[in-house]
Structures are given as C-alpha cells and as structure tokens.
C-alpha cells in the first residue's frame, strides 16, 4: 500500500474515530458562490487565497498551499505538502501538487488556460515582499484587495458553523465548571490558566486562537487576578494583565492569587477553528462587596445590550447604550478600562478569527444581520486594585439572539 492509500484507509478511519468533521460539500460550494457574486460586482477575474483560515474558509483543508478560484470554472486547490491529507480533507476535486511557488503560473496556465488578468489577494495581511513576488509570478497582473468580499462573506455564520461555535462553547462550559473545583489559595495565575487549557484540551479545544492582526497573539490563559488585572498592557483591551515577562506582558502571570479577591477568568475556546470567548468570575471565599457591586453593574449592561440585539440593530448605538448605563451607575471612570485608556467597544465579531465583524463599537454605525456571532464583553477596571467583568458569545437570531456559551454566570465562589 502506498501513502496516497493508506491516507485515504487508514488515516480516513483514524480521523473519523477521533471526532473530524470535515467541512460539507454544500457548505464550500455555498462559500464559493458567495464570493463569485461578490467578485463579479468588482469585476474581480479571480480569486488567490493564500492566508490560512480564509483557505480553510473555501477549501476545508488548512494543508500549506494555495486556492484559486476563477470567476467561472472548477477552483484549483494547489498544495506544497501534503497533498494526500489535503484531498482526504477538502472536498474539492481535483487538488494538485505544488513543488515551489515558482509553479503557480504552469499549474495556472494548465488547469486555467492562462494567468488571470485581474486577481484579487488578502492585502490586509499579504507582506509586501511576498506582494510583488505574486506580481511578478502571475504576469503583472492587477492585484485587488479580496479581504473585504471575503470579511463580509464570513461575518454570516452558516447553520454547520454555529453548531461548531455551540461546541466551542459546551467546551468553555466545562472548563469553569471544573475550574471551581482546581481553585486553590497560593495557586498562581499561570498555573490556574494551565490547568483549565489541560480541562478544554480533554474535551477538544485546540489550544490555538486566531486573530487577524500583525503583532497581535491570541491566547486561552487569561486569568488575572487582584491588582494584576487593573494592569493595562499591550492589547486593545479594558485590561492586559502583568503576564509573564517583557516579551509577553499579558495575561497570566506568577502572580499567587489569594483570599476574598476578585479573579477574572477570560478563556477562549477552539473547535474545528471556530471560536468561543467567555469571560467569568472567580474568588477564593467572598470576594469584596464593591466589586461584587461592579460585576452585578457589568451583567446589567450585558442584560440590557443584548435586549435590543436583532437583525436591523444598529452597532454604534448598542455601545453607546452601554456606556450611558455604566455612567448612570456611577462607573465612568473605570467601564472598559481606567481613564484615558478606555477601550471603544464592548463587543468584538468572532468565528475562525477573534476580530471578525461585527464591532459594537464607536464609529461602527451598521445594523446587526441574522448569522452574526459576536462576543458581549462589559468589564470594569479599578488601577491598582482589580477589574471584573463578564463576556459571552452571541449569535444573532431571525427576531433576537443565542447564547453559545451556556457556562454559570454566578460568582465562582470556592
């Protein structure tokens, strides 16, 4: 038996048994006819898809190669290793081997017939360099900016995509469920964080978040606790955490977290690709009343946002409810982060990445539509002191809104 055999025995049966579910015909077939009406409204001849989650997007596979899908006639999926497992993986016909990137115009003049003329690429994210190498393999060609037929495409999530979303967040479910009972005194941040990653792993989390974004890591182990997360860090975020080093000043830290202190719990999950991101609390005996007080202040914003959350809703104006609301209960100056550095959004798109739209954000002026997902996140920070907060992720619904993340939004009290 050679390997192309045994991939699609052996490795088929051994993906099945481990729970793979392999992205449906009719979901990429209902992809690409998305982004081909888009393209042929900006007279856009073809499409190259070279960033990976957009490749795992129209392909199911996220094996390192390349998509070209023409205006008219069957895409070609273009793989550099491993072209077997790409096969058993996507279910587009017809996947070929790639040697080098100095293949793509014979592939393209085999299988199309000849170099586009017109092409467009992900430029939000494409480096310059690697710019004006496709240039020039693909014959000066005129190179547009795909990146916002593809966003606006993925901002709507299909029924298959929400169900993986709905996993995500049965996963998050599990880890706070479990984090009440691994909690201890004298425990550091990082040591807690690792030990909820250890819980979602068991169940399927892929420990990887994506964000498209140049300098910007996402991770799962968000854990801070006491003063540590009235810190603000690099990330556009209420707070950022000490973390554990110049190199990565966010997040966790070795920080041993104590008695009767608030200890925010932000842990993102990832299944199949699709992402859920939660926020709880937690605390080692009671924690203090005014935070007690802050974190009931955040569920009511929560409450009350996702009451107006429907399809026609407009974005900007759901932030500025929140806003209004925390002003009202006397939290101006700590809502989504200590003064002069208060984040402008409360809710951020999420799906294959964690900075997809929508925004419920200052100057995000569009309404809401039916298949959106995004994660509702009211925090309040106390500089020097602490932060708490709450965060789901939300689907939104023909006449209103779902939850994906069913995990308790009580006080985590051990």
Partial sequence: MNYGQWVHSELNSACQAAGF????????????????????????????????????????????GLLFVPLAGEPILMIRRELERARLESPLKGAVAMGSLRELPSILKDRYGRLPRCVGMELDVLPVKDYFRYAQLLGGARIMDSFPLIRDLRKIKSPFEVDLMRRAGWIGKKV???????????????????????????????????VRSLNYEAYTWHVLSGSAAGIVSQSDSPMGGLGLSPAF????????????????????????GYQADETRMFSIGKMEKRFVDAYLACREIHDAVLEDVRPGADCEALFLK?????????????????????TRFVAHGIGLELNEPPFLAKGHSYPLEQGMTFAVEPKMVFPGEGGVGLENTVLVTADGYEVLTPAAQEIHEV
């Fill in 21 to 64: 579910r392999f992205t449906p015909d009719r979901e990429i077939e209902r992809r690409l006819s998305g982004v081909r009406e888009a393209m042929e409204k900006q007279e856009m001849e073809a499409l190259l898809v070279v960033q990976k989650m957009d490749l795992y997007y129209f392909s199911g596979t996220t094996q390192d």
């Fill in 176 to 210: 706070y469920e479990e984090g009440r009972r691994i909690l201890r005194e004298g425990m550091t941040e990082i040591e807690f964080g690792g030990l909820l990653e250890v819980v979602a792993k068991t169940y399927g989390h892929e420990g990887l978040l994506r």
């Fill in 249 to 272: 000043p966010v997040g966790a830290s070795l920080r041993s977290m104590g008695p009767n202190e608030p200890i925010m719990v932000d842990f993102g999950t990832c299944y199949h």
């Fill in 322 to 342: 929140s806003v209004e609301i925390a002003e009202k209960l006397g939290y101006k100056d700590n809502y989504l982060g200590p003064t002069g550095l208060q």
